[in-house]
């Protein structure tokens, strides 16, 4: 008997955590590239938290982060489990409370309050979803279109840097 996950999880969630753990990047220090990326996603989406998430089997692990203090939540609790299912779409909640996947969840209902989150997926290689990179406001809200597009270059240009990453470590 199967038993029911509290976030979904991707049919190839196996040879994706095992790409996401080639990179050997979990819980290693913080690097300036990674920073920049997020300062970039939080001056061009005009959001006060922007984070660079990898999601492994029970967590997702900021590598990168503006605007909030923890260093991980747990998958069940984190966006980006909902954001790499479909990983060629940014994943926009409008407002949080307005969704009944999100309105109660802890990181809503308490800090950092999330209102709004976008989240473009870091996709490897060989087509894996091992994280976002997202935008996070705490008022309902929108992105224009150059925006998303924006989130979407900067995810794409996460993903090759973990692949320059792991080519240098070897």
Not at 37 to 52: M, Q
Not at 69 to 75: D, G, V
Not at 151 to 168: C, I, Q
Request: charged share 25%; glycine share 4%; with cysteine.
């Amino acid at each position: 008997m199967d038993m029911q996950l509290p976030f979904p999880v991707p049919a190839n969630e196996a040879e994706r955590l095992q790409a996401l753990h080639a990179y050997a990047i979990l819980d290693t220090l913080p690097e300036a590239v990674f920073d920049d990326v997020v300062g970039l996603v939080s001056s061009i989406c005009e959001v006060p938290i922007a984070l660079i998430s990898l999601l492994d089997e029970d967590r997702q692990w900021f590598k990168a982060k503006v605007g909030i203090e923890a260093e991980q939540t747990a998958r069940s609790e984190a966006f980006c489990s909902h954001a790499i299912m479909n990983p060629e779409d940014v994943f926009v909640i409008p407002d949080t409370q307005q969704d009944s996947r999100f309105r109660c969840n802890p990181l809503v209902e308490g800090d950092p309050r999330i209102r709004f989150y976008a989240g473009a997926s870091i996709v490897t290689p060989g087509g894996y979803a091992v994280g976002t990179v997202c935008a996070i406001d705490r008022v309902p809200r929108e992105l224009s279109h150059s925006q998303q597009l924006a989130l979407v270059m900067l995810a794409r240009l996460v993903g090759h840097m973990l692949d320059r990453r792991w080519v240098w470590r070897e």
